[in-house]
């Protein structure tokens, strides 16, 4: 008996040792954790419940010229109900009260949202979908709601923000408005006008502190924010709604005659080079058109016919022709070494000038003016295309600018043939913008402005940066060469024998150059050889204001494909469209009044129209026009009788304010 109690003393020491020592162990082990691991624990605790989330600030609205926007960030708010933080007594008076009013609100019957509500308490759901892409208006009336009007920790009510980009002119312009996107690693893809401003759209982000509430769900930390973000700048672009409006209907009505694999169309304003409308149209597969890529600046090709205008102004600067130098089109066909260059009129023009070439489009004639001016010396001749920067980029903000080509003698490519096809647009390659931007520095008489989509960046009402328009080139040529180009440009539209002459209005006047391309012409199946239809030129045809490109590709032959018939319709419609509703202002010169020339009646109206009016004017003695306009811009009402001049008046001297009618008795 005595050895079974020792035996069960001992297993009860050691048992209570074992215990002592996981007690000190354990004991240890809490101490190591406070003191030595501690702040490493405290902070993996609070990284697994606690985290701050960057804010991304609104982006700056786009504009275009006219104040109308173009592209517009906008908060959309999903709103989730946390079960968990409500308590049972406010559940239940504000249940009902709250589903009523979801109802009102969302549409689904209450009876929807009491249920959803109820699930969510019963399995103490923290993350319960409310509603979802609610705008700011529904937002802010949600939060007045029963119980969720007691905000995040008593009423329950989780809020979750983002911002969307709006363009509310839908399809018009979207690729030329473009946009900012980010992958999964944080690599931005930035199009447009979006992605070429974005240091002035983006804003500064903010952050906020957010609990961690189940796997993957986070709910925000009271109602405000740790940094507040800021808003992006406000851009105002060059674009004008209007003209990009007539620009893409009118480029898409004859897409769709045509049947073209794509097409674009610029417009710019001649003085300052801001572009008014830059459309861009390509075609799906089902034959339906939309702004797949920005053609007008990133696509640079053989620009074909309209290049012959760069080719003129080198011949006359170098004064190796004039404009009635007579050339020999030789039955339209002329050969250089191997090849053969050919007018599109079967059998030629016969001997024409050099004016009248350019006006009729003579290949033939372009390559025997080039190739038997330079041949001797081709540099000479690729020297002078360069110093008007035909070789350069014009940088823009846009990223994805073509890269223009033109050859140097030696360069790759170059042959004894080259001198001949450049002449007429060929073995050299620009983009529309590119080859607009000539174009319309022959309209603003030689100086070459930089295209600008940029005017203005502001915060609200306070501006930050104007931008003004840049001059690439003060003088691209001399005034005389300049003033034979227009004169053969205006000739080209308004000349019975001009290529664009279908295009002819006496209404308004236009001035340009027609281009027409072949393009995969290196197949020898004739099936396969396709077409680049252009447009390019200025309006009005005397003191231009705007100058225009159009380029459609690949229109269907069955239908046509001459640059005239293709691309010059579109031209003609945006010039007519904005002559339309563009109101024409006369100026005069300011009139001398102390000249003595005027008559003693229009000395009268001038110097009341030009002075301030306390009392009412004498106007006896004046046409009845004049004294009716003087007197109405004071904010009299007039009443008239008879015809002819002011024979008399009442209430003449009388102080303004007292009078409400003034009788005008004319002889």
């Given at each position: 008996?005595?050895?079974?109690e020792?035996?069960?003393?001992?297993?009860?020491?050691?048992?209570?040792?074992f215990?002592?020592?996981?007690?000190?162990?354990?004991?240890v082990?809490?101490?190591?954790?406070?003191?030595?691991?501690g702040?490493?624990?405290?902070?993996?605790?609070?990284?697994?419940?606690?985290?701050?989330?960057?804010?991304?600030?609104?982006?700056?609205n786009?504009?275009?010229a006219?104040?109308?926007?173009?592209?517009?960030?906008?908060?959309?708010f999903?709103?989730?109900?946390?079960?968990?933080?409500?308590?049972?007594?406010?559940?239940k008076?504000?249940?009902?009260?709250?589903?009523?009013?979801?109802?009102?609100?969302l549409?689904k019957?209450?009876?929807?949202?009491?249920?959803?509500l109820?699930?969510?308490?019963?399995?103490?759901?923290?993350?319960?979908?409310?509603a979802r892409?609610?705008?700011?208006?529904?937002?802010?009336?949600?939060?007045?709601?029963?119980?969720f009007e007691?905000g995040?920790?008593?009423?329950?009510?989780?809020?979750e923000?983002?911002?969307?980009?709006e363009?509310p002119?839908g399809?018009?312009a979207?690729?030329?408005?473009?946009?900012?996107?980010?992958?999964a690693?944080?690599?931005?893809?930035r199009?447009?006008?979006?992605g070429?401003?974005t240091?002035?759209l983006?804003?500064?982000?903010?952050?906020?502190?957010?609990?961690?509430?189940?796997?993957?769900q986070?709910?925000?930390?009271?109602m405000?924010?740790?940094?507040?973000p800021?808003?992006?700048?406000?851009?105002?672009?060059?674009?004008?709604v209007?003209?990009?409006?007539?620009?893409?209907?009118?480029?898409?009505?004859?897409?769709?005659?045509y049947k073209?694999?794509?097409?674009?169309?610029?417009?710019?304003?001649?003085?300052?080079?801001?572009?008014?409308?830059?459309?861009?149209?390509?075609?799906?597969?089902?034959?339906?058109?939309?702004?797949?890529?920005?053609?007008a600046?990133?696509?640079?090709?053989?620009?074909?016919s309209?290049?012959?205008?760069?080719?003129?102004?080198?011949?006359l600067?170098?004064?190796?022709?004039?404009?009635?130098?007579?050339?020999?089109?030789e039955?339209g066909?002329?050969?250089?070494?191997?090849?053969?260059?050919r007018?599109?009129?079967?059998?030629?023009?016969?001997?024409?000038?050099?004016?009248?070439?350019?006006e009729?489009?003579?290949?033939?004639?372009?390559?025997?003016?080039i190739?038997?001016?330079?041949?001797d010396?081709?540099?000479?001749f690729?020297?002078?295309?360069?110093n008007?920067g035909?070789?350069k980029?014009l940088?823009?903000?846009?990223?994805?600018e073509?890269?223009?080509?033109?050859?140097?003698?030696?360069?790759?490519?170059?042959?004894?043939?080259?001198?001949?096809?450049?002449?007429?647009g060929?073995e050299?390659?620009?983009?529309?913008?590119q080859?607009?931007?000539?174009?319309?520095?022959?309209?603003?008489?030689?100086?070459m402005?930089?295209?600008?989509?940029?005017?203005?960046?502001?915060?609200?009402?306070k501006s930050?940066?104007?931008?003004?328009?840049?001059?690439?080139?003060?003088s691209?040529?001399?005034?005389?060469?300049?003033?034979?180009?227009?004169?053969?440009?205006k000739?080209?539209?308004?000349?019975?024998?001009?290529?664009?002459?279908?295009?002819?209005?006496?209404n308004?006047?236009m001035?340009?150059?027609?281009?027409?391309c072949?393009?995969?012409?290196?197949?020898?199946?004739?099936?396969?050889?396709?077409?680049?239809?252009t447009?390019?030129?200025y309006?009005?045809?005397?003191?231009?204001?705007?100058?225009?490109?159009?380029?459609?590709?690949?229109?269907?032959?069955?239908?046509?494909?001459?640059?005239?018939?293709?691309?010059?319709?579109v031209?003609?419609?945006?010039?007519?469209?904005?002559?339309?509703?563009s109101?024409?202002?006369?100026?005069?010169?300011e009139?001398d009044?102390?000249?003595?020339?005027?008559?003693?009646?229009?000395?009268?109206?001038?110097?009341?129209?030009n002075?301030?009016?306390?009392?009412?004017?004498?106007?006896?003695?004046?046409s009845?026009?004049?004294?009716?306009?003087?007197?109405?811009?004071?904010?009299?009402?007039?009443?008239?009788?008879?015809?002819?001049?002011?024979?008399?008046?009442?209430?003449?001297g009388?102080?303004?304010?007292?009078?409400?009618?003034?009788?005008?008795?004319?002889?």
């Amino acid at each position: 008996m005595a050895v079974t109690e020792k035996n069960i003393l001992t297993r009860l020491y050691v048992v209570a040792g074992f215990l002592f020592i996981l007690a000190v162990a354990v004991v240890v082990k809490l101490v190591s954790i406070q003191m030595v691991d501690g702040e490493k624990y405290r902070q993996l605790a609070e990284d697994r419940t606690e985290k701050v989330f960057t804010i991304t600030p609104n982006r700056g609205n786009l504009y275009s010229a006219d104040g109308s926007l173009l592209a517009t960030s906008v908060s959309r708010f999903n709103i989730r109900f946390d079960a968990v933080t409500v308590k049972d007594g406010d559940f239940k008076e504000n249940i009902k009260p709250l589903s009523l009013a979801l109802s009102k609100l969302l549409g689904k019957p209450s009876s929807y949202y009491e249920k959803l509500l109820r699930k969510a308490k019963v399995n103490k759901n923290r993350y319960a979908l409310i509603a979802r892409n609610l705008d700011y208006s529904d937002y802010v009336q949600i939060k007045k709601f029963p119980l969720f009007e007691k905000g995040p920790n008593r009423g329950g009510i989780v809020i979750e923000q983002r911002t969307v980009r709006e363009h509310p002119l839908g399809k018009i312009a979207e690729r030329s408005v473009g946009y900012e996107r980010f992958d999964a690693e944080g690599h931005a893809t930035r199009v447009g006008l979006e992605g070429a401003f974005t240091e002035y759209l983006s804003g500064e982000k903010g952050s906020r502190l957010k609990q961690k509430i189940a796997k993957g769900q986070w709910k925000p930390i009271g109602m405000d924010n740790i940094v507040e973000p800021k808003d992006g700048y406000d851009v105002y672009s060059t674009i004008d709604v209007n003209i990009q409006d007539i620009a893409h209907h009118a480029l898409l009505g004859q897409l769709e005659k045509y049947k073209a694999d794509h097409g674009c169309v610029i417009v710019m304003e001649t003085k300052t080079g801001e572009v008014k409308a830059i459309s861009n149209l390509g075609r799906t597969e089902g034959g339906k058109y939309y702004e797949r890529l920005n053609y007008a600046i990133g696509e640079s090709h053989e620009p074909g016919s309209t290049f012959k205008l760069m080719s003129m102004v080198v011949a006359l600067e170098d004064k190796v022709i004039d404009t009635n130098t007579v050339i020999d089109t030789e039955k339209g066909l002329y050969k250089v070494y191997n090849k053969t260059v050919r007018d599109s009129k079967w059998g030629g023009y016969g001997k024409v000038t050099a004016a009248k070439a350019f006006e009729i489009s003579s290949n033939t004639a372009f390559a025997k003016i080039i190739n038997n001016s330079y041949k001797d010396n081709p540099e000479k001749f690729v020297d002078r295309l360069m110093n008007m920067g035909l070789n350069k980029k014009l940088d823009l903000p846009i990223k994805g600018e073509g890269k223009p080509v033109i050859r140097y003698p030696g360069d790759k490519g170059w042959s004894g043939i080259s001198l001949a096809w450049m002449s007429h647009g060929y073995e050299v390659s620009l983009t529309p913008l590119q080859t607009l931007t000539f174009y319309n520095a022959i309209a603003n008489d030689g100086e070459m402005v930089k295209p600008r989509l940029l005017k203005e960046v502001k915060e609200w009402n306070k501006s930050i940066e104007k931008f003004d328009k840049e001059v690439i080139n003060p003088s691209i040529c001399s005034k005389e060469t300049i003033g034979k180009v227009q004169e053969m440009l205006k000739n080209v539209v308004e000349k019975k024998h001009g290529t664009g002459h279908s295009l002819y209005s006496p209404n308004f006047s236009m001035a340009g150059k027609t281009g027409t391309c072949q393009k995969d012409y290196v197949s020898k199946d004739p099936n396969k050889l396709k077409y680049i239809s252009t447009f390019a030129g200025y309006f009005p045809a005397d003191n231009p204001k705007y100058s225009c490109i159009v380029v459609i590709h690949e229109p269907d032959k069955s239908v046509g494909y001459y640059g005239a018939d293709v691309s010059g319709p579109v031209f003609k419609s945006v010039a007519q469209k904005i002559y339309a509703t563009s109101p024409l202002v006369d100026e005069i010169d300011e009139l001398d009044v102390k000249d003595g020339n005027l008559d003693k009646k229009y000395q009268q109206y001038y110097a009341l129209s030009n002075e301030k009016h306390s009392t009412v004017p004498n106007v006896e003695g004046m046409s009845g026009m004049d004294a009716i306009s003087i007197l109405e811009n004071l904010g009299l009402k007039v009443k008239v009788t008879g015809v002819g001049s002011v024979k008399k008046q009442t209430s003449k001297g009388v102080n303004i304010k007292e009078v409400e009618q003034i009788v005008l008795e004319l002889s």
